[in-house]
């Protein structure tokens, strides 16, 4: 509230100062009298905006809230520089190096106001995206959401592995050279043969000779890696997520949360670069408002010389 | 564990928010020196570091410290200055959240 007022006091005699002197005097322009003073204080009120900040900034001896106070100061001092520059031009805006100079202090006045309201409202937008992304407890919801696919995935694949007639899912898992001994009758072949020979057992009766103990090639492509379970055409199990209930549901949910943390990351650009620009441009204006001083200078001197 | 920027633009270093088991964790290596406070331009009240640190992570949350989270703006001032490398600014994300879910931020 004081530095409201001050400011607003500030403004007011400063234009009042303008009002008065553009009635009274005949010489008003930027080269004139009143045109300096407006000159030299909107200089040092912006002087005193940057350096003022800045300083505090750096300094070690802080209290709780000076930095605040500060940042309100540089504000205020800022808008006061920006006007009595504005009133230093005296309405002349040809396309000279104070002109430039001007525009650059007028864009980082905008660019400082731009920013106050950004900071204003993306931290309230990040805590939007931030409260997607996690749980009720706080946790991260994408690896919540994870697990739940992969128990999915999990749960479905044994069904998948065990998808398989009455009578054989007991053997899923058993080495292939195993599974492929299968007797004549039809049934799994027992490892114990009843043949002897000489006190030895037989392992390999001759009438299943002309059996292969090597894999089928049905079962080298299902225990190969790009194995995929083909159901068929009619089996219900072609009805599009039928083999994960619920993943598309989570797939999604998990989408939206990946949408929700690029967001956060883009109003987080949004937070760190203003502040880049506004810096940037306080370059550009020092560098215009020497250029302008200089050549001010250029011709005040000669004129002050020969007097 | 920091949360760095997604895939592809990691490089640039964004952090994204904390879960609140690091928020925990980082709450209790806090040794209270009060430096990220006192590099916060939003902090316009005399609020001590132990009360935020107590009213950050659950429970019921102070006008003062509201405002305070209220005001943060996530420039991440007070993260350079921590001796220890916390992320007050994520702290203050949580409350900005917990405030988020109990309706009071941003009112």
Redesign the interface.
């Known amino acids: 509230m004081k530095r409201l007022l001050v400011t607003i006091v500030i403004l007011g005699a400063g234009i009042a100062f303008y009002a008065w002197y553009s009635r009274t005097s005949p010489d008003a322009s930027p080269d004139s009298i009143a045109g300096y003073a407006f000159a030299i204080l909107g200089t040092l009120f912006a002087i005193l905006a940057g350096v003022l900040f800045a300083r505090r ?1 750096r300094l070690h001896k ?10 309100q100061w540089h504000m205020c001092f800022a808008v006061i520089a920006l006007v009595f520059l504005f009133l230093h031009s005296f309405g002349n805006f040809n396309p000279r190096t104070g002109t430039y100079a001007l525009y650059g202090m007028i864009a980082l006045a905008v660019s400082g106001f731009v920013g106050k309201m950004l ?2 409202l ?3 937008m ?3 995206e ?2 997607k ?2 749980t009720m ?4 919801r994408i690896e919540s959401i994870s697990d739940k696919i992969e128990a999915i995935v999990e749960h479905n694949s044994a069904t998948i592995s065990g998808f398989s007639p009455a009578g054989q899912v007991g053997q899923v898992g058993k080495p292939s050279r195993e599974r492929s001994l299968v007797s004549l009758s039809g049934g799994p072949l027992s490892n114990h043969f009843p043949f002897e020979y000489q006190n030895q057992p037989l392992h390999t009766p001759w009438d299943l000779a002309y059996i292969s103990l090597e894999a089928t090639p049905q079962e080298l492509s299902r225990e190969a890696g790009q194995y995929r379970f083909i159901p068929d055409k009619k089996s219900e199990l072609t009805r599009p997520g039928a083999l994960l209930p619920g993943a598309q549901e989570h797939i999604s949910e998990l989408r939206e949360v ?1 949408r929700a ?2 967001r ?2 883009f109003y ?2 949004i ?2 670069y203003w ?1 880049r620009v506004h810096i940037a441009l306080v370059i550009v204006t020092l560098g215009l408002t020497i250029w302008h001083i200089v050549y001010a200078a250029e011709l005040l001197i000669p004129v002050l010389l020969h007097r | 564990m920091l949360r760095k ?2 895939p592809g ?1 990691a490089d ?1 270093g ?4 904390k ?3 690091q ?1 925990a964790q980082e709450l209790q290596a806090c040794i209270g020196c ?1 430096e990220c ?11 001590t570091i132990d009360v935020l640190n107590r009213e950050t992570f659950s429970g019921p949350i102070s006008a003062s410290v509201e405002r305070y989270a209220r005001a ?6 007070c993260v350079a200055p921590c001796p220890v490398g916390l992320h007050r600014d994520a702290m203050m ?2 409350l ?2 917990r ?3 109990s309706g009071g ?2 009112q």
């Open positions: 900034r802080k209290r709780v809230g000076q930095l605040h106070a500060s940042l900071d204003r993306v931290p309230h990040i805590a939007q931030a409260n992304a996690l407890e706080g946790e991260d990946e943390m690029q956060e990351q987080r650009y937070i760190r502040r | 920027a997604l633009r640039s964004v952090l994204l928010h879960t609140s088991s928020i009060n406070l006192l590099a916060c331009p939003a902090l316009a009240e005399p609020i943060c703006s996530q420039c991440g001032a994300m949580w900005k959240v405030l988020l879910r931020e941003g």
